[in-house]
C-alpha cells in the first residue's frame, strides 16, 4: 500500500510509536509517506543543527519524511501551546494535500497537537481511509482555568469531528475505548492497539558501575521512577509514601517537570533523606539504569481521563523484565495484576503505597526476579513492536477495504492491495 503518516512528533524526538511503525511498514514493503514537524520535544526550540525552513525532506528506500515549519518558543503558556498547535495546523494544510494525494490509507497518531492539524487534513484529501490511533483522551493544558477553557473546548469540537471523521479509532488502552466514544466515535469502529516501546533501549541488561552508583546509594531496595515530574503523576504521595520507610528502602526520582520544585520541597519539609533525585538522563542511559533498580514505579492521579491510560513506563518496565510498583487506577493496574508482575494500590492513597514499599523490600530476589520474567513474557505477548505493526498494518488493510468496498458497485470490498 501507500501509507501516509501524520505526527506531531517524529524521531529524533522520543516518538517511537510513529517512528518505529513508519520504519517496520516500509520493511513489509509499503510505500511511506510521513508528514510531521522540526524536532523541537522537550525543550521547545528546534534542535541544534535542525533549521526550520518549508522544503525539507529525507528520502530512504520506501520511506520519505516531510517537514514542515511550526512556531516554537520554548513557553509553557496556553498561548504559546496553541500557537505551536495552530501553526502546525496551518503548515499541514498547505503543504498535507500534495504530500499525501493518492495514498491508500493514513495513519493519524492522534495527540493533542495534532487534532487540529490532522481535522483540517481529513476536510482537505476528502475520501482518504484513515485510522485515528488515539493517545490521549484529555489533554493537560497550562495556566489558569479561565485561560484554558476556551481552548480546550475548540479542542473538545475538534476532536469529536475527528472521531466522526475516520473510518476507524484505535485506542492506547482498553478504558479509552468508553472515552472516546462518550466524546462521539462510533463504537463499532472503535479498537485497542496497545502502545509498545522501543525495545532497543528498553531490555534485560546487566547494570554498570555508574548505574548502581546513581540508582543503589546505599544498597537499601531501589525502586526507581523515570520520566516527567507533573500534575498527572502526583509523585508527592510517592514521596510520603517513602518517607516513614527511611532504612528500608529508597525512592530514585529520574527525570524533571513543571512539579519537580513542589516534589523536591515536600521531600525537604519531610526530611526524607531516602528520596533522592537525579537529572534527566539520555535513553541511552535508561536500560542500565533500569536494571540498578530493584522496581520501577508508576503513578497516576484519581482522575477519571487517566484510568484509560497506560504510561509508556508501563511497557518499558515489561521489556525491561523490572517489575512494577503500580499506584494507578483502571488499564494500569489491570495490566500489572493481570500479568503478576508487581505489586499495586489504589492512586493517590500515600499509606497504602508504603505497605506496598515495605513489602516490595522484603520480597526475595529470585521473587521479584520471577515478577520481572513475568512482566517481560507480557509484553512480548501483548505489546511488542512486532505485534503493534502487526495490528495497524491489518486495521489499515481494513480501512482501505472499508471505503473501497463502499465504492464498488456491488458494495464488496475489492481492495486490489498487496503487499
Not at 525495545?199 to 540508582?215: D, G, K, M, S, Y
Request: glycine fraction near 10%.
Amino acid at each position: 500500500m501507500r501509507i501516509g503518516i501524520l505526527a506531531y512528533h517524529f524521531p529524533p524526538e522520543p516518538a517511537f510509536i510513529p517512528g518505529s511503525l513508519a520504519e517496520g511498514l516500509a520493511a513489509r514493503g509499503h510505500e511511506v509517506r510521513v508528514l510531521t514537524g522540526f524536532p523541537d520535544y522537550p525543550g521547545g526550540h528546534a534542535y541544534p543543527g535542525w533549521r526550520q525552513r518549508w522544503r525539507y525532506e529525507s528520502r530512504s528506500e520506501r520511506l520519505t519524511v516531510r517537514r514542515v515549519p511550526r512556531w516554537t518558543g520554548g513557553d509553557a503558556s496556553v498561548r504559546a501551546r496553541m500557537a505551536s498547535w495552530l501553526s502546525f495546523a496551518a503548515s499541514v494544510g498547505t503543504i498535507g494535500r500534495g504530500q499525501l494525494a493518492g495514498v491508500d490509507a493514513l495513519y493519524v497518531h492522534q495527540l493533542p497537537p495534532t487534532t487540529f492539524a490532522a481535522a483540517g487534513l481529513l476536510r482537505l484529501l476528502g475520501a482518504v481511509p484513515t485510522l485515528l490511533h488515539v493517545q490521549d483522551v484529555h489533554p493537560e493544558l497550562p495556566g489558569p482555568a479561565e485561560a484554558a477553557r476556551p481552548w480546550a473546548d475548540r479542542l473538545a469540537k475538534a476532536t469529536r469531528r475527528l472521531y466522526r471523521s475516520a473510518d476507524l479509532v484505535a485506542v492506547a488502552a482498553p478504558a479509552m475505548r468508553d472515552l472516546v466514544v462518550a466524546g462521539g466515535a462510533d463504537a463499532d469502529r472503535v479498537r485497542v492497539v496497545l502502545n509498545w516501546t522501543d525495545e532497543r533501549l528498553f531490555r534485560p541488561a546487566e547494570p554498570t558501575r555508574e548505574a548502581r552508583r546513581l540508582v543503589r546509594g546505599d544498597g537499601r531496595c531501589a525502586v526507581m521512577y523515570a520520566g516527567t515530574i507533573g500534575a498527572r503523576q502526583g509523585l508527592e504521595t510517592a514521596v510520603r509514601a517513602a518517607a516513614p520507610l527511611r532504612g528500608t528502602m529508597d525512592l530514585v526520582l529520574v527525570g524533571s517537570g513543571p512539579d519537580e520544585g513542589r516534589v523536591r520541597g515536600l521531600a525537604e519539609e519531610l526530611g526524607a533523606r531516602n528520596v533522592r533525585f537525579v537529572a534527566r538522563r539520555s535513553p541511552l542511559e535508561m536500560s542500565d539504569l533500569y536494571a540498578a533498580a530493584d522496581y520501577q514505579l508508576v503513578m497516576l492521579r484519581d482522575l477519571p481521563e487517566l484510568r484509560g491510560s497506560v504510561p509508556g513506563k508501563l511497557q518499558a518496565a515489561f521489556s525491561s523484565a523490572s517489575p512494577v510498583v503500580a499506584s494507578a487506577g483502571g488499564d494500569t493496574v489491570e495490566i500489572v495484576e493481570r500479568a503478576r508482575a508487581g505489586l499495586s494500590c489504589p492512586p493517590e492513597d500515600w499509606a497504602t503505597l508504603a505497605d506496598r514499599f515495605w513489602l516490595a523490600a522484603t520480597i526475595p530476589t529470585p521473587a521479584r526476579l520471577e515478577m520481572g520474567r513475568r512482566g517481560r513474557e507480557a509484553y512480548l505477548r501483548d505489546m511488542s513492536t512486532r505485534g503493534g505493526v502487526d495490528r495497524v498494518e491489518e486495521l489499515l488493510y481494513e480501512v482501505a477495504g472499508r471505503r473501497r468496498g463502499s465504492d464498488s458497485p456491488d458494495g464488496n470490498p475489492h481492495t486490489g492491495l498487496e503487499v
